[in-house]
């Protein structure tokens, strides 16, 4: 199957506004090995029954997303922190302390 094949099988979508080449996951299915050596270059959208379900990608590109996502998340973290919520250590404190008071008053 020549590249040509190749592009006249796959479609394109826009998935959160990046337009990637879409295929069935029945094509997926039958040329797996054709399609990761494609996704070196860019990810493939995989659909059933006309609509998206997955998007296969290189590692590479799922460590930087999981890189993005986590210095996100720690930004938010510290962030929030710096807007007066308690840090990780002041929030078990206070549950630790919380579930002592509710002991001794059960007793």
């Known amino acids: 199957m020549t590249e040509k094949d190749d ?27 054709q399609y990761l050596g494609r996704v070196a270059v860019e990810p493939v959208a995989i659909e059933k ?3 998206p379900v997955a998007v296969l990608l290189s590692f590479e590109e799922y460590e930087l997303l999981q890189r993005s996502d986590d210095s996100f ?14 840090s990780a250590e002041d929030s078990l404190k206070y549950l630790q302390d919380g579930a002592s008071a509710e002991d001794r008053a059960a007793s």
Do not use: C, D, P, Y
């Not at 099988?9 to 337009?19: D, R, T």
């Not at 998340?73 to 308690?86: D, I, N, S």
């Open 49 to 51: 029954n006309g609509r």
């Open 7 to 33: 592009l006249a099988i796959m479609g394109e979508s826009a998935i959160l506004g990046v337009a990637v080449k879409t295929v069935s996951a029945t094509e997926i299915k039958n040329r797996l090995g």
């Open 73 to 86: 998340w720690g930004q938010a973290a510290l962030a929030a922190e710096a807007e007066g919520f308690l």
